[in-house]
């Protein structure tokens, strides 16, 4: 939960951008009575002119810059396509533990079985008798109960986990929402979603990196990394 006035506030990369010369984060400005707005490194703002080499940052024209890079780089077709493959190739992994993990308890119940039968024979036959071997019944009884509650488990898991791969139109339909999101949902809304994935944004110069994270990637899989197109000087104090 963003307190009341980050919530609120203007800029879209806020606590996300930082310099690439000092580490300080980007800090949200206006000038001209609000008519202009930039994005300026934590240290220039409080420090002033030389304290660090960051400029001065165009706010709509660099959170443009980022936005048109999410929607080409990560939400594209081609990207979430990969995405779903990825996920099902690990859940496929999973899967193939889970089967070899539901063969053995399904062999161990069989086990169990044969283990009750065999006692309740000898009860039946007179060879042994019920008070001699009436905690190893309970034993068995228990270990089966405990045997039968996880293979439960695991098939409901099984049943669970696997993930489609969508078609090329729902796919079509899922980056159009997502773009679509990106350029026309309102402030908070973009906000919310991008801090969803996105860990950082980095500017050194005219060079930004944006590092971000998939939630459902595998585990080898968790971080990329890539630059964002070079912001260009139109000259004075202020970049865009």
């Given at each position: 939960k963003a307190p009341?006035?980050?919530?609120?506030?203007?800029?879209?990369l806020s606590d996300l951008a930082y310099c690439g010369y000092c580490g300080k984060a980007l800090v949200g400005t206006s000038a001209k009575g609000g008519q202009f707005f930039y994005y300026v490194c934590g240290t220039l703002d409080k420090k002033g002119s030389g304290s660090c080499q960051a400029k001065y940052l165009n706010a709509g024209k660099f959170e443009s810059?980022?936005?048109?890079?999410?929607?080409?780089?990560?939400?594209?077709?081609?990207?979430?396509?990969?995405?779903?493959?990825?996920?099902?190739e690990e859940v496929d992994s999973t899967m193939n533990s889970s089967r070899g993990e539901l063969n053995l308890i399904t062999d161990t119940i069989e086990d169990?079985?044969?283990r009750l039968e065999h006692l309740y024979d000898a009860i039946e036959t007179?060879?042994?008798?019920?008070?001699?071997?009436?905690?190893?019944i309970?034993?068995?009884?228990?270990?089966?109960?405990?045997?039968?509650?996880?293979?439960?488990?695991?098939?409901?898991q099984m049943s669970d986990k696997k993930v489609g791969l969508a078609d090329l139109e729902s796919i079509t339909e899922?980056?159009?929402?997502?773009?679509?999101?990106?350029?026309?949902?309102?402030?908070?809304?973009?906000?919310?979603?991008?801090?969803?994935?996105?860990?950082?944004?980095?500017?050194t110069g005219n060079e930004v990196v944006l590092s971000y994270t998939m939630p459902i990637l595998p585990d080898n899989?968790?971080?990329?990394?890539?630059?964002?197109?070079h912001t260009v000087q139109y000259g004075g104090r202020y970049w865009t």
């Open positions: 009341p006035g980050r919530a609120s506030s203007p800029f879209l810059l980022v936005i048109d890079q999410i929607n080409t780089r990560i939400f594209s077709k081609d990207h979430l396509i990969n995405l779903v493959r990825m996920v099902n169990v079985n044969h007179g060879k042994l008798d019920l008070d001699d071997i009436v905690v190893r309970r034993e068995l009884r228990s270990r089966q109960d405990l045997l039968q509650t996880r293979r439960l488990e695991i098939e409901s899922c980056v159009d929402d997502l773009h679509e999101l990106l350029t026309e949902g309102s402030p908070a809304e973009r906000r919310t979603f991008i801090r969803g994935f996105v860990k950082e944004v980095k500017v899989m968790t971080m990329d990394e890539d630059g964002v197109l």
